[in-house]
């Protein structure tokens, strides 16, 4: 089962930060949360991961709490193409490294 | 440099035919994951090679999916007798390692129909 939950779906303004939380209570010490976007009809694309440190890269920052118990993904400027379905994955730790999806956020960016 | 390949990128076929999708995953990575995604769902873990071997295939549905990775680097999925239930984006992935921060990318996955 998925370890994580996440708000069905949101709206952001273009231009604007989109900020998508997500909760991963039950997370192990050692299992990092991930990050991907599927945008219609395409595979999903990696956006970012972290432990337990605040996390940035070109496309995105991610702020995991102190007891890493929740995060949130943040598009510092949200623009139309960012619009797709945003999945917040622990990933299972041990021999596998197998991501489990949930349903994720639909985030829709709008004009 | 090249990502995770899919072929076909779509197949139609007739119910109680046999299937075959290939992967290619990224040159050098050890680990591949196989998923399947059906209509307004996220994607479902199938199987995971760890170079030749199946390490974990625990979510195969049933014994008419099998899949194969001879020499540690293409993957087949095969679906014997398929059924209309069958008909989703197969999505195959590979990571440099299975190694918890290792990011693991996507391919385009492939979408089958069965008819």
């Known amino acids: 089962d998925a370890k994580t939950t996440q708000p069905t779906s949101m709206d952001c303004a273009e231009g604007r930060a989109a900020n998508l939380p997500c909760n991963h209570s039950?997370?192990?010490?050692?299992?990092?949360v991930y990050w991907y976007r599927q945008i219609h009809s395409q595979g999903p694309q990696y956006i970012i991961h972290?432990?337990?440190n605040n996390e940035t890269n070109e496309m995105a920052s991610l702020i995991i709490t102190e007891d890493r118990k929740s995060s949130t993904l943040i598009l510092p400027h949200a623009t139309l193409r960012d619009t797709a379905v945003y999945y917040c994955?622990?990933?299972?730790?041990?021999?596998?490294?197998?991501?489990?999806f949930g349903q994720g956020t639909t985030l829709q960016v709008k004009p | 440099g090249a990502g995770v390949s899919q072929t076909p990128s779509n197949k139609v076929t007739e119910k109680g035919k046999y299937v075959e999708l290939r992967c290619d995953p990224i040159s050098g990575h050890t680990a591949l994951y196989w998923y399947r995604q059906s209509l307004g769902q996220g994607p479902e873990f199938l199987i995971y090679f760890q170079g030749t071997g199946a390490a974990d295939d625990s979510g195969l549905p049933n014994d008419r999916f099998f899949a194969v990775r001879p020499e540690g680097s293409v993957s087949t999925l095969k679906i014997q007798r398929t059924e209309r239930g069958d008909s989703a984006v197969y999505l195959c992935a590979s990571s440099l390692s299975p190694a918890t921060n290792t990011e693991a990318f996507f391919g385009q996955g492939t979408r089958l129909t069965v008819v």
């Open positions: 994955i622990v990933r299972v730790s041990g021999n596998t490294g197998k991501l489990i």
């Open positions: 972290g432990l337990k």
């Open positions: 039950t997370i192990s010490g050692n299992e990092y």
